[in-house]
């Protein structure tokens, strides 16, 4: 099969009702579609692979079931291997390799892209002129935003190989143009 964001997407909101959870799904594919286009990546393959990544998690909310019972399912589906092993490795407890460019890159922006989010969603416009320094100091806060694991932000970068300010920068300008379908405000209002 071909994989395209859209038939993501069709899987996605098939097993996904909860609009926190899409709306997750599509903050992660903003920040690894940024990334693909940046590394010249196969774009559409990462996009699928990031909306997918939580894609069992409503029915599977726990880690003895996600989001390794979610693979078979995928399989089923008739997606490749390289998509289906790349969404498991997003998970700390299976401790998989994170052997290739994607997985690296979708380790960091999931927690990263959650955190930016959960950012932006105080601020008056958004994640308008969210600056690296303020998601930071954020960080440093535990109780803000308390479900996001900081160590596995500051592993995501450094595995990544980039700074984190600038990983910061990159996953707010990747998220921008969807704030509005991700219940953010914008400059527009
Ligand atoms: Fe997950
Ligand atoms: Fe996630």
Same mark, same amino acid.
């Given at each position: 099969?071909?994989?395209?964001?859209?038939?993501?997407?069709?899987?996605?909101?098939?097993?996904?009702?909860?609009?926190?959870?899409?709306?997750?799904?599509?903050?992660?594919?903003?920040?690894?579609?940024?990334?693909?286009?940046?590394?010249?990546?196969?774009?559409?393959?990462?996009?699928?692979?990031?909306?997918?990544?939580?894609?069992?998690?409503?029915?599977?909310?726990?880690?003895?079931?996600?989001?390794?019972?979610?693979?078979?399912?995928?399989?089923?589906?008739?997606?490749?291997?390289?998509?289906?092993?790349?969404?498991?490795?997003? #998970? =700390?407890? &299976?401790?998989?390799?994170? !052997?290739?460019?994607?997985?690296?890159?979708?380790? +960091?922006?999931?927690?990263? %892209? $959650?955190?930016?989010?959960?950012?932006?969603?105080?601020?008056?416009?958004?994640?308008?002129?969210?600056?690296?320094?303020?998601?930071?100091?954020?960080?440093?806060?535990?109780?803000?935003?308390?479900?996001?694991?900081?160590?596995?932000?500051?592993?995501? #970068? =450094?595995? &990544?190989?980039?700074?984190? !300010?600038?990983?910061?920068?990159?996953?707010?300008? +990747?998220?921008?143009?969807? %704030? $509005?379908?991700?219940?953010?405000?914008?400059?527009?209002?």
């Amino acid at each position: 099969m071909e994989v395209t964001r859209e038939r993501a997407w069709d899987t996605l909101t098939k097993y996904t009702q909860s609009e926190a959870l899409r709306r997750h799904a599509l903050a992660v594919e903003a920040a690894v579609g940024w990334y693909a286009r940046h590394y010249g990546e196969d774009e559409e393959l990462w996009r699928a692979t990031a909306l997918l990544h939580d894609f069992d998690y409503e029915m599977h909310p726990t880690l003895d079931k996600h989001p390794q019972d979610g693979a078979p399912i995928l399989r089923e589906e008739g997606y490749p291997e390289e998509l289906v092993e790349s969404v498991l490795s997003h #998970a =700390e407890h &299976l401790s998989m390799p994170r !052997d290739t460019q994607l997985k690296k890159t979708l380790f +960091a922006c999931d927690e990263l %892209a $959650g955190f930016v989010h959960a950012c932006g969603l105080v601020r008056p416009d958004g994640i308008e002129t969210l600056e690296p320094k303020s998601v930071r100091k954020k960080l440093k806060q535990p109780s803000f935003a308390a479900g996001v694991h900081r160590d596995e932000v500051y592993e995501g #970068a =450094e595995q &990544l190989g980039i700074e984190l !300010d600038e990983h910061i920068r990159n996953v707010v300008e +990747a998220m921008r143009p969807i %704030a $509005g379908d991700i219940g953010l405000r914008t400059g527009a209002g």
